[in-house]
């Protein structure tokens, strides 16, 4: 069996972040709600898009953004995700190839486009966020680069992406190339929606034993467990999966290894501006932590310096040297 050569490759949705400068009244025009977070269709994103002013277009979604910390952080890594052979498919690419993440998912016919997020900031900070999911649903099986699965040594999986059938499939296929290479799958739950959704589905990978590290949150690991008891609802994943790990955003983070736990403080921030993406950094710092054979608890330390760098400004990527950061910390 050959040696990864990679850290990771993640599999999620591809999703260009699009923000923009709007006043009260283009929120209001629009008719959507200030600051909230919204799906919308084909003609309602393309509408939207071509009225936005002029703005920071970049590669997001969540596994996504995994990947770029983890590259941040001196990691190797690959993505696949789908986009649209369209002109934001292009922003994908570029953009994510360009922070050093390897990514050659061929591209679709640009109906329906890639996916993308419209988010218009106001001039007291607030995000409203319109969320198409376009070509990012319908990754088929067949666009698994299965030499690029077994070059990496974690295989990280999101949520989100297990709604649509399409990409469903697509995902176990790779937890059984990945598998049947001798890697390790990682799972993060995403969003308690996710679970409600596909309760039986996530408890049957776990129960299965494909899942070696599971990332979720508070509210995420209550209702898997179908519980509002934190401690018993940790207890009960933590004896299923080899290691668990749950933030708890001001409350720090634990993880559970072997039956063993570990826990950190957050870390402090001056100002918090923005927590997107905070979850999607706690988890590049870990991974990477564990990639460089650092122990648990500074996996963990790791993790929450990625998360309270991202959440002190707009966006889900960093903007501050992470390795300078950790290195300050822990060395």
């Known amino acids: 069996m050959s040696e990864p050569t990679l850290d ?19 929120i209001t025009a629009e008719g959507i709600a200030k600051g909230s977070m919204r799906l919308v269709d084909t003609e309602t994103a393309k509408g939207l898009y ?24 001196g990691g190797k890594c690959g993505f696949i995700g789908q986009v649209a052979a369209d002109q934001l498919g292009e922003v994908f690419a570029h953009d994510i190839r360009a922070l050093g993440v390897h990514f050659a998912t061929p591209a679709r016919p640009s109906n329906p486009p890639t996916a993308r997020c419209l988010i218009l900031v106001t001039p007291d900070a607030q995000r409203t966020m319109n969320t198409f999911l376009g070509a990012s649903q319908y990754l ?26 399409e990409p469903r499939e697509a995902m176990r296929e790779a937890i059984a190339v990945a598998r049947d290479a001798g890697r390790k799958i990682a799972f993060t739950l995403s969003d308690a929606f996710c679970i409600e959704r596909h309760r039986g589905d996530f408890n049957a990978l ?72 905070a979850g999607d950094l706690f988890a590049a710092g870990f991974l990477a932590g564990q ?19 991202v959440i002190s400004h707009y966006g889900a990527r960093p903007e501050t040297d992470l390795k300078a950061l950790i290195a300050k910390r822990l060395g």
């Open 8 to 26: 990771i490759v993640a599999i999620g949705n591809a999703i260009v972040d699009v923000i923009a400068q709007a006043d009260d009244a283009f």
């Open 50 to 73: 071509a009225r936005m002013a002029p703005g920071i277009e970049a590669s997001g979604g969540s596994a996504a953004n995994t990947a770029a910390g983890i590259a941040a952080l």
């Open 140 to 165: 088929p099986a067949s666009a698994l680069d299965h030499d690029l699965i077994r070059s990496g040594a974690i295989l990280y999986l999101e949520g989100y992406l297990w709604d649509p059938e």
């Open 206 to 277: 776990i129960d299965e034993g494909l899942i070696d590290i599971l990332f979720a949150n508070e509210a995420e690991i209550a209702s898997l467990n179908r519980t509002s008891d934190f401690e018993a609802a940790v207890a009960a994943t933590a004896a299923k999966v080899p290691l668990l790990v749950v933030t708890r955003s001001e409350r720090g983070a634990i993880a559970v290894h072997h039956g063993i736990r570990y826990s950190v403080p957050a870390e402090p921030v001056a100002k918090v501006i923005d927590t997107t993406g």
């Open 291 to 309: 990639a460089q054979g650092r122990d648990v608890t500074a996996s963990l330390t790791m993790g929450a310096i990625a998360a309270a760098e």
